[in-house]
């Protein structure tokens, strides 16, 4: 929002600022063309296919006259796709035998097509893991010498009905490396905790990012995993499809707003083409315990976007069956951690935290509490010197009344 | 001087501190409780003891042994990776800091008296500021040297910084063994009699408080504590919202002492000649409010809240203080002026702990409309003191009159 790369020095530089809490002040969240008041959100795992159980996810969030698809995955990697229609009556169509072959072009559909109005995708590529010891210049491309990074296209998952459930509108995919040669995850797993909402709010845990109904929420665990070094940094390659030549890019809000994730003060938000359409939220902070204390948070950085080919990275079956093979992706790295400070070797830990979703991101105000306390303390030495100015009026008329009869 | 230097330890290692100890702000926020606990009841008794019991002499040298110790308890707390010793090491300095500060106000008034007595008090308080200054500037710096020297980070490196910081502490000692020699001498050579603090407090007399030395009392608690704990977290802040380096960060949350290491004897100077107290009070206290309003609430500059801050905090110090003279009767003044340190340091004590958790939980923004909050009520006690004063102004109370009305009033009563 704040265009200047100079941290604030001068106050010329950075302007919006009055802009910037007005914004804030008008807490209702303009919606989009997508976004709607109420919507019915359903999440069922995609039955069907009379094999071995896949792990198919599919959350649909139906409004007054649009639906939003999200379908996630954990075939070949962890991926998930967006779609938004609108139209209240759109489905999500798969065609199991298709989507299992190795040409799974067309395996799966939203129908009608004419009602799509946007989609794309994330694909959750690889795990990094870097040894930050003797890392001295912070400037530095990476965040320590690169150890081999896990492929997420090499792990196995477990079943997600089993962590499926409708109550709560969440399901978890876990996985370990099918080959796991150096013994790390005996003990440990990467886990994908996903999330819908049938109205908004908040989370109770930090980073508690504002949800609604037409958004998602993904949960980054990693635990248990013994890490290659004493100073280890964990990190994740994230690709997503890319609508033109250029790649999108990643903003970097900052907001004077640290209520619901203490002393960060920064929202990073990645969107696809120009509003409404889709959109990633995250506060730049993990946590390196579960109990997501400021003591355990983590700086998150993000590398810009940068285009790839196709064929450099690992293939997800739903992301080629719905978009076909001739697409562009563009990848981006997050990093936990640095090499001082909490890090996952306190207790083998790791949580990050993003929102999904599809319209106009939500827009942070200030809590109730805030406001309410502010005015307050503006109203009341207002109110003193507004009472003391008529207490001071009726003292004069007093005393001028007084005053002829001395 | 050594004492200032070391008080604000704390604020400037306090990400190493959390680090290295690995506990959160709360546990961090009571470095300074534990410093302010024991001079609500010794602000009382300081007086007292140096009168009565030791004399100044032996009783600089005491609170002087006391900072000393408190000191190496607290690096050594560092040392050995437990944090009840730090925490013990800040009560018994704190048993002797602001013991130390009365002992020293003593020497002043006994070497000056009937003369340049504000000009020294004000290079006095000028010197403490820079003490802390230097301090927040320094420690950093000297915390990378040592863990450069020691090969790593952690709460060895921390132990032994903060033991390199209580050399100060001995200066001090060494200064105060000093000023007891100088001091017998001139007493041997001019048969001069030795210092009293002059304070006779008695506890009864507090029910006989007047109501706007009450509303003086809320005014200095409330606005104190926001200067003060906010500095003890403002590193972080500044680092985090308006992503300051660490050194920057570290200049910034010093700005208000270097502030008001020079302005104190000016604004001491200007009150003087002035006089109408309240008004300067009321200034100052609507100009914090301003600057922690910007500071909460815009993307700003900080430079101009802190600088803010740091003129009216030096243009409050110099108003607030001898306010107290004009609503209490001489014989009340000491318990006055002991009973208004006594609260402060437990408003200190009380708000560092709040502030500590409000920022864990809540974060910097929560934290800021609080001390806003305490501001405000500071603003309220003021304009209530204003309206009582001119409610009452018939009867004669005398807070606001200029300094010519204050020199007439004088010789009136000397009639």
């Known amino acids: ?406 | 001087l050594g004492s200032y230097f070391c008080y604000d330890n704390p604020a400037a290692l306090q990400t190493q501190i959390q680090r290295d100890m690995q506990v959160n702000t709360t546990k961090f926020m009571l470095l300074y409780a534990w410093y302010s606990w024991p001079n609500v009841v010794l602000c009382f008794f300081g007086g007292f003891l140096i009168d009565r019991v030791f004399g100044i002499r032996w009783g600089t040298i005491i609170f002087s042994c006391f900072v000393c110790i408190g000191q190496v308890v607290f690096a050594l707390g560092g040392i050995f990776n437990a944090f009840w010793l730090m925490e013990f090491g800040r009560f018994i300095f704190g048993t002797g800091g602001e013991s130390l500060a009365v002992a020293q106000n003593t020497y002043a008034v006994s070497w000056f008296k009937g003369k340049e007595l504000n000009l020294v008090f004000g290079l006095q308080l000028s010197m403490a500021r820079i003490g802390s200054t230097v301090n927040m500037n320094l420690m950093g710096w000297l915390y990378s040297k040592v863990e450069a020297s020691l090969g790593s980070a952690g709460h060895t490196t921390l132990g032994v910084t903060l033991m390199i910081g209580g050399v100060t502490c001995i200066l001090s000692l060494i200064c105060a063994l000093a000023l007891a020699y100088l001091d017998q001498r001139a007493e041997r050579i001019l048969h001069k009699e030795q210092g009293k603090t002059g304070e006779v407090i008695k506890l009864t007399d507090v029910k006989d408080f007047s109501l706007p030395l009450w509303l003086i009392f809320i005014i200095c608690v409330s606005y104190y504590v926001v200067v003060f704990p906010f500095i003890g977290l403002g590193k972080v802040f500044f680092m985090e919202k308006f992503k300051f380096s660490s050194q920057a960060a570290s200049a910034i949350n010093s700005v208000v002492y270097v502030i008001s290491a020079p302005l104190s004897p000016v604004f001491g100077l200007l009150v003087d000649k002035t006089g109408k107290n309240i008004i300067w009070v009321l200034c100052a206290v609507a100009t914090t409010f301003v600057s922690h309003v910007m500071l909460a609430f815009t993307l700003w500059n900080p430079w101009i809240a802190m600088c803010l801050m740091g003129v009216s905090y030096s243009l409050l110090a110099c108003a607030l203080w001898p306010m107290v003279a004009y609503v209490v009767p001489e014989h009340q003044l000491g318990t006055a002026y002991g009973f208004m340190q006594s609260i402060q340091n437990l408003g200190l004590a009380i708000v560092s702990i709040i502030a500590g958790v409000i920022l864990d939980t809540r974060g910097y923004l929560f934290l800021e409309v609080f001390f806003i909050a305490c501001v405000s009520a500071s603003l309220v006690s003021l304009l209530s003191v204003v309206l009582l004063y001119l409610v009452n102004r018939a009867r004669g109370g005398n807070l606001n009159y200029s300094a010519k009305q204050r020199e007439e009033m004088k010789l009136s009563h000397t009639e």
């Open chain 1, 1 to 406: 929002m704040c265009g200047c790369g100079e941290p604030s020095w001068g106050w010329g530089l950075c302007a919006p600022s009055p802009i910037l809490l007005l914004s804030l002040l008008l807490s209702a969240a303009p919606f989009g063309l997508l976004g709607e008041e109420t919507r019915q959100v359903s999440l069922e795992a995609v039955p069907g296919w009379p094999g071995p159980p896949q792990n198919l996810l599919h959350i649909r969030a139906v409004g007054a006259n649009s639906t939003l698809h999200y379908v996630w995955s954990s075939l070949g990697l962890p991926a998930v796709l967006l779609v938004a229609t609108n139209t209240p009556h759109s489905f999500l169509s798969v065609n199991w035998s298709r989507l299992l072959s190795p040409e799974p072009d067309e395996g799966l559909m939203v129908l009608p097509k004419d009602s799509i109005q946007f989609s794309s995708a994330l694909v959750f590529t690889r795990l990094f893991e870097f040894d930050s010891t003797n890392v001295s210049d912070v400037t530095a491309k990476l965040p320590g010498k690169p150890y081999p990074p896990y492929s997420l296209a090499e792990f196995s998952w477990n079943n997600i009905t089993d962590s499926l459930d409708p109550a709560t509108l969440s399901a978890t995919f876990r996985g370990r490396p099918i080959h796991d040669l150096t013994k790390a995850f005996v003990n440990g797993s990467l886990s994908f905790r996903v999330q819908a909402f049938s109205t908004s709010g908040r989370p109770i845990q930090p980073p508690r990012l504002l949800h609604t109904a037409d958004t998602c929420q993904l949960e980054v665990v990693l635990t248990g995993a013994s890490p290659r070094g004493n100073c280890s940094l964990f990190g994740l390659e994230v690709a997503t499809l890319s609508q033109g030549p250029d790649c999108p890019s990643v903003q970097e809000q900052r907001s004077i707003d640290d209520e619901y994730a203490p002393a960060v003060f920064q929202l990073d938000q990645l969107l696809w083409g120009s509003l409404p359409s889709g959109f990633v939220q995250w506060r730049p902070v993990a946590f390196s315990q579960k109990q997501r204390g400021r003591e355990s948070a983590l700086p998150c950085q993000v590398s810009p976007l940068h285009p790839t080919l196709a064929y450099s990275l690992p293939q997800s079956p739903i992301v080629q069956a719905y978009f076909g093979s001739q697409t562009n992706f563009c990848a981006f790295n997050l990093t936990f951690g640095a090499s001082t400070g909490p890090g996952y070797w306190d207790q083998y830990y790791l949580s990050w935290s993003m929102l999904l979703g599809m319209g106009s991101p939500p827009v942070d105000a200030l809590s109730p509490l805030v406001l309410g306390i502010m005015a307050v303390a503006l109203g009341a030495p207002g109110l003193m010197l507004l009472g003391g100015g008529l207490i001071l009026l009726l003292h004069h008329k007093q005393y001028s009344e007084y005053q002829p009869i001395n």
